[in-house]
Each structure stands twice: as C-alpha cells, then as structure tokens.
C-alpha cells in the first residue's frame, strides 16, 4: 500500500524557488481528478532568461492500481492515456532571478496581482489575469512575453525575500530587505503609497515577514540577527515593534508562519531546529522539534487542521508534524529516534525550498526544489 494517497512531479523550463497557490474559483472541494493554479518564479543559470510562471496543473489523479489490485470499470476505461495529468503554462519576463513570489489572497473580477522579489532589489507588482485567461484556452504559448509590472518599487537598499500580503487588508504588502529594513505598502486607486519610513529594528537581514491573520494592523518578521519580532503598524515606525524574541534560534532564523485558528507562530532556523511559539508567552518556545540536519527552508500551518504543519530543509525533507499528539517517548526506527509529533517524511527531491498546503483541497501540498515540483496528499493528513 502506497504511502501517497497522489503524487505527481513535473518540471518547469527553469529552477523555481519560491512559488505559490492560486486561491481560485473552484473553491472548497475533494475528490480526484485535482486541479491546481500556481505562481512561480525562475533562477535561471543566465539572467537575462527569468520569468513569472502562471501554472495549471489539472487531472491529477491516485496512482494507477498496481498488477495485484483489482481496477473498477472505470478504471479500465481509461486504460488509453485519459487520466494522464496536464501542465499549461504562461510566462511573463522577469529582470533578474526571482527571490520570493507571493499572490495577493483579494482576487477581484478584473485583476490577480502578484508581488515579486528581484534579485536586483526592486519589487514589482504584476497583473497576471490575462495570463490566468491564456492557459484556460487551447491556443497556449510557449513563449515568455515582456509585460510591464503593474507597479514597481526600487526603494530598497538592496535585494531582499520578506514579503507577505495582509489577509485581512486588502492590498496592504510588507516587504523587507537584507539591510534589515521593512517597508509598508498601502494601496491607492491605481498605485501603492510605499512607507519611506521603515520598521528597522533587526540588526541584519530580514529573511521572513508574516501578516497576523486575524489582527489587521499586527505582523511579525524573522531575521539573521537570530529573533522574531511582532510590530503594530499604527504606531511611528521606530516605535513599532512591540515584542522582541532575541536568540529565537542559534543562528539565523529562516521562516516564520502564524497559525491561523490558535495563537501560535512556527520558526524554523539554519540550525536545522523548528519551534512553536505561544504568542501569550513568548519568553520560552512552546515546543522544539529536531528532525531535519540542514536548515530548514520553509514552514506552513495546515490551513484548517491548526495542529498540523509542514516543514522543509537542505536535507532533502519535507516533515509534516501534529501536535494534537500527545507527548509520550520517542519512537525508534532503525536506530533512530523520532518524535512522536513527527506523522510523514516526502523525500525524492533535490534543495526543497518552499512548501505550501492547497487552501481549497484538504490535505494537498505542493513543493518546489532545485529539480522539480511535487503535488502530493499523503495518506496521513
């Protein structure tokens, strides 16, 4: 019995190490085939050659049964080639390599807006609605058009990869630089008033930003200074930050993602440590959990399970964990022990960098590496 209820690979024209998930109109659903829109962004080897990726990836279905297992009627029915899964793709130019990609969760009728991070230190803010159009009809095109962003931004010192839209705001972006420095966006009607005051309390680059999901003005940030801190907006910028958690981890802190059901936030390091954090007490880490042993590269709560999150790392791994589990002894497996907590382990790829759950399809993830993407919903979440 296969340890995947689906797993599908596929690969883009070039490495993509950051993307996202399409919250789209399909809404709330289950069952196969899955159809999927993504957002990603390339790290070409020459320059000149990056790109937006907008993505559909639709008939993705179980894996065959295998010689020994019994297939229904229509299973057999598609004996000729019908439930293979399709990828269509539309890509637009991208100056420079892409650090971080991120879709705006307020879709309207008219636009998609999608933030990118360049390497070379500007954001900019694209529409991909027309390219949303392209890959619904037959008349695909392989080839990288040259679209002018929506609205760029090149006030940042230098490059930088914190970025997150506000869930509750619409329009309202965060991004942050390595300098340390966080600019607030705030939409107008055709445009963004960027801050020129930034919230600057790192000592060092900012790796990661985080919206609260339930707070409009609050958001947290992550840094190589080894804290996490949480801001309020509304106060003056040098007055922002409310809370500090210095020495979060050993050494640089990596990632950051707010539980959107409890008050907790999960932080993962170069340490290779991932750790719960109790915004109600956050003088001590509410739970440690060391699996991985590179750093970790991306954490994500379950969008509706609030005990469940995935994590990756330079290990090759992604973990998915459940603190619903009560603690008890560690299991051992070949010599080794393994938290309780810990539910599933997907390996098979090369430099994971980003993982995120479907908002709409319960249980589905999707990961990108240095070699390829995977689709997949494990048989245990």
Not at 1 to 27: N, P, Q, V, W
Not at 208 to 223: G, L
Not at 291 to 313: K, L
Request: hydrophobic share 35%; with cysteine.
């Amino acid at each position: 019995m296969s340890a995947y209820e689906m797993l599908h690979t596929f690969r883009t024209r070039a490495s993509c190490l950051s993307f996202d998930i399409l919250k789209d109109r399909l809404g709330a659903r289950s069952g196969y085939p899955v159809t999927a829109y993504l957002v990603a962004g390339t790290q070409a080897q020459q320059g000149k050659k990056n790109s937006l990726i907008v993505l559909k990836a639709s008939n993705l279905n179980p894996p065959k049964p295998t010689e020994d297992e019994e297939k229904s009627d229509d299973e057999e029915d598609e004996e000729d080639g019908g439930d293979k899964e399709v990828l269509k793709t539309a890509e637009i130019y991208h100056a420079g390599a892409v650090n971080r990609v991120r879709i705006c969760p307020h879709v309207t009728d008219t636009r998609t807006f999608v933030a990118s991070w360049s390497e070379k230190g500007k954001v900019h803010i694209w529409d991909i609605a027309p390219q949303l159009t392209a890959i619904e009809t037959e008349q695909e095109s392989r080839d990288v058009v040259k679209v002018k962003p929506f609205y760029t931004f090149g006030g940042h010192v230098e490059e930088g990869y914190g970025m997150d839209w506000s869930s509750t705001r619409q329009g309202y972006l965060l991004t942050g630089d390595c300098t340390r420095h966080i600019h607030l966006w705030t939409p107008r009607e055709s445009d963004w008033l960027v801050s020129q005051q930034t919230f600057s309390a790192h000592g060092s680059s900012v790796e990661d930003i985080q919206w609260s999901p339930n707070e409009d003005h609050v958001f947290s940030s992550c840094s190589t200074d080894k804290s996490i801190r949480v801001w309020d907006d509304r106060a003056p910028a040098h007055k922002a930050c409310m809370i500090t958690v210095p020495n979060a981890h050993d050494s640089d802190v990596n990632v950051i993602n707010w539980n959107r059901s409890e008050p907790f936030i999960v932080s993962g390091g170069d340490d290779g440590i991932i750790k719960i954090w109790d915004l109600r007490k956050l003088d001590s880490h509410a739970a440690l959990f060391k699996h991985h042993s590179g750093p970790i590269t991306s954490v994500e709560w379950h969008p509706t399970d609030s005990s469940v999150f995935g994590a990756s790392g330079e290990d090759n791994q992604v973990s998915l964990w459940d603190l619903g589990v009560e603690s008890s002894e560690p299991l051992v497996i070949n010599d080794t022990e393994v938290p309780p907590q810990l539910l599933f382990i997907h390996q098979g790829q090369e430099e994971i960098k980003e993982l995120h759950w479907h908002p709409h399809i319960p249980g589905v993830l999707a990961t990108t590496s240095l070699d390829n993407f995977n689709i997949f919903k494990t048989i245990s979440v």
